[in-house]
């Protein structure tokens, strides 16, 4: 189940949530005309059930991705094949790869009909949000199941059988598909299905924020940073995708007003009027959460390298992510205008570790910090004094010469 989440979500990562993750601000959703108007009381539940629920992927999937990186790491010392991770290259691609997505989605809302569009892409996410949505689950409805209920492993596999080719023959089998299950995972699989067919059939804000909580929480358990250096090239990169496509053009938001798929949450603000079918929402992008989240993850795995008792990164960061996005919601309603959070989270996110490291003098620890780091290869004794002698001095040489012929006589 996780391989299969991890590619799922992988594939999110690359098309999609880059694609908005700054699309869907929290100003996108004001008082439009026909709207309930929002109370200030409807306001503050609204914001403030985003905050929460913005905090809560984080928290949840920087320790999953905890167990995710032991799981690697044991992967990794039986086969020996390095984890993927995004490199430095990679996370500078990724605001031009962005930004590439973001403007041909809006190339494609005014050229095509926007009713086509989001019907291919809620039929896309429905079966991405099938699986995120019951990996998140699985372990929660585990434990909820009864202990007499047996947990039965089933093993589907497609093998392709060894192939003739010339005079050799390869006895290797190649698995097209490789996928274990157990019986409560189909129980995951079922649950999961209820809540994207409701989405898909009455796009329901709670059942959009379910799929929207799972795919966060998925991504920030399974893409993973490989060390800080990495982390801060992606979100100083994306710092700049995000102002300039928020303040210098209409695009980022017209795709955010057009796009109709969970990769955002949303809560009413006329909630405390016209209850569950409110419709005024306050919005809140996915990629505001995951961006962030990967990177205070990796500050999560990196306390635990240290081997200490409190887990201070972590948390400072993760404050300063809270108070980050306080920021951006008040200086939003200051000036009646959509904000780009990473703005404001970026600077939070990247000065709290790199000041508190440079106090806590853990800088050069930080800095030299990997999630997998190369192992260099074993050089044997032989091959140690062959270079040893090599980087000897002739003059060192001649002294040690007859320093031995001292010692023969």
């Known amino acids: 189940m996780a391989e299969v989440v991890e590619e799922v979500i992988a594939q999110i990562q690359e098309n999609l949530t880059a694609t908005v993750e700054g699309a869907v601000e929290e100003g996108a959703a004001t008082n439009a005309p026909g709207k309930t108007p929002s109370t200030p009381e409807g306001m503050a539940l609204a914001y403030g059930t985003l905050v929460v629920m913005a905090l809560l992927p984080i928290f949840f999937g920087s320790l999953r991705s905890v167990k995710h990186h032991k799981e690697q790491s044991t992967a990794f010392a039986k086969t020996g094949e390095k984890p993927d991770t995004m ?32 019907y291919l892409l809620t039929g896309y996410f429905f079966f991405l949000g099938v699986m995120a949505l019951s990996h998140l689950l699985s372990p929660v409805i585990s434990s909820l199941i009864p202990a007499s209920i047996p947990k039965i492993p089933y093993h589907l596999s497609f093998v392709q059988g060894p192939q003739e080719g010339g005079e050799k023959k390869s006895k290797e089998k190649k698995y097209l598909i490789d996928y274990r299950f157990t019986t409560h995972d189909v129980v995951c699989f079922i649950v999961a299905l209820i809540i994207s067919v409701w989405y898909l059939v009455q796009k329901h804000w709670i059942a959009n924020n379910l799929l929207g909580l799972s795919f966060a929480v998925n991504g920030v358990e399974l893409l993973h940073l490989n060390n800080i250096a990495t982390g801060c090239i992606l979100l100083c990169g994306l710092f700049v995708y995000d102002i300039f496509w928020v303040f210098g053009t209409n695009v980022m938001v017209t795709v955010a007003k057009s796009f109709e798929a969970p990769i955002k949450i949303v809560f009413p603000q006329d909630l405390m009027t016209n209850g569950l079918s409110a419709s005024n929402f306050a919005v809140l992008g996915l990629g505001d959460i995951v961006i962030p989240g990967i990177f205070i993850a990796l500050l999560l795995r990196f306390d635990n390298s240290l081997k200490r008792k409190s887990k201070t990164y972590f948390y400072a ?5 809270f108070v980050g996005l306080l920021a951006t919601i008040f ?13 404001y989270l970026v600077p939070a996110c990247l000065g709290t570790p790199l000041l508190l490291a440079v106090l806590k003098g853990d800088l050069k620890k930080l800095l030299a910090y990997e999630d997998h780091p ?36």
Do not use: R, W
Not at 96 to 113: D, H, Q, V
Not at 317 to 321: E, V
Not at 331 to 343: D, I, S, T, W, Y
């Open 87 to 118: 490199s430095s290259k990679d996370a500078m691609m990724f605001p031009i790869m962005a930004s590439c997505a973001l403007f041909g989605l809006y190339m494609f809302f005014k050229i095509f009909s926007k009713e086509n569009i989001n």
């Open 317 to 321: 960061t993760f404050i300063a992510y």
């Open 331 to 343: 200086v939003m309603h200051v000036f009646k205008h959509a904000q780009p959070a990473l703005l």
């Open 374 to 409: 190369e192992e260099k290869p074993k050089v044997s004794k032989k091959e140690n004094n062959a270079n040893a002698e090599k980087s000897t001095p002739p003059a060192k040489k001649e002294t040690k010469a007859k320093k031995e012929a001292k010692k023969a006589k």
